[in-house]
């Protein structure tokens, strides 16, 4: 019934773009303030980037920041992350989390693969 569903990961070449959308259903998600993060094999999860709500105020980690891009869409109840000049680095399994005050919801995750 609550859901959050990530898409939109695939494979790309070095210095490719992909742009991941998370859609909420069963709450509406610009109550939450929305993060994405990704987890790589043999790592550590790592947060990638942060939208909150009314004041749309973003951030962003230092290994994504200029070429990450992450947005918010309420007639839609959906997130996006816009990834330009991605790198081999990037490879990951991307996941989306809504969260307002001890409520979390998190996506199944989505793959991301930058190879040659």
């Known amino acids: 019934q609550l859901q959050l569903v990530e898409s939109g990961g695939g494979l790309v070449q070095p210095g490719g773009s992909l742009r991941l959308s998370c859609v909420a259903s069963?709450?509406?998600?610009?109550?939450?303030?929305i993060m994405w993060f990704r987890q790589a094999p043999g790592k550590e999860r790592e947060g990638v980037s942060c939208?909150?709500?009314?004041?749309?105020?973003?951030s962003y980690a230092d290994a994504v920041k200029g070429r990450f891009t992450i947005s918010r869409d309420n007639v839609k109840n959906a997130v996006y992350l816009q990834m330009n000049s991605l790198k081999p680095e990037d490879t990951a399994v991307y996941y989306c989390k809504a969260a307002l005050v001890q409520i979390n919801y998190w996506g199944q995750g989505t793959q991301v693969t930058v190879s040659s």
């Open positions: 069963g709450f509406t998600l610009d109550d939450f303030v």
């Open positions: 939208i909150g709500t009314i004041s749309g105020s973003t």
